[in-house]
């Protein structure tokens, strides 16, 4: 099955007009012509079924014939990380959690961020992009970059964690998740969170946590974060 993500699509919908970059791979790329089924997602959880009423280069017609709604996860993952300095690692990141499975990020600009200016854009299209290769019908929602300190200062109402490296205690992440439950998880820079930063999280009720033994990069150390919930709540 091949899935394509449709934004603004609703689900009393009875047809849908792609836009002419998406239509053309359609009818150009995919050769897709009229009459041939096709499978929709608007992002949010639903799944339509639907046949190509006019397969044209410029506007691709789908005539909805049936919808969908698709099981969701029994928790909630969102994940504040702190953008690397290649944007090829982080986008990396972007992919394989929304394979796994994650439902909301916020790009985090710490004090030891080596990149501080963070375009959306492209990320956006790497989230679609994943979501669509793997299926899912649940696109995870991408909040603009913000502050360390912005971010502290938002309401938080899930289970909280903060992974750092310093040595000082910290808990096994996996001792500390509750199954079915909301988790917010922050994941800092390479050079990894200050000091102060750690200091404010706790203080905000964040508990401090480990990952792994050994050192890990950042996108490495959120993939590692977003498969442990994800087994956890198997």
Known sequence: MQLFYAPGIHPDTSEFHFDKEESRHIS???????????????????????????SSPKSCQVLIEKV??????????HMAVAPTKSNDRFEWFLEKATEIGIDEITPIICDHSERKVVKTDRMEKILQAAMKQSLSCYLPVLH????????????????????????TDRYDLRRRIQPDCPVLLLIGPEGDFSEEEV???????FMPVSLSDNRLRTETAAIVACHTVAIFNQ
Do not use: W
């Open 28 to 54: 150009r790329v995919l050769r897709k012509k009229e009459g041939d089924a096709i499978h929709l997602t608007d992002g949010k959880g639903h799944l339509y079924y639907g046949v190509i009423g006019l």
């Open 68 to 77: 969908e709604e698709q099981p969701s996860k029994r928790y909630k993952l």
């Open 144 to 167: 603009p970059p913000v502050t360390f300190s912005e971010f502290m200062s938002q309401e938080h109402p899930e289970s909280r964690f903060i992974a750092h490296c310093y040595d």
């Open 199 to 205: 200091a404010l999280g706790i203080k905000n009720g």
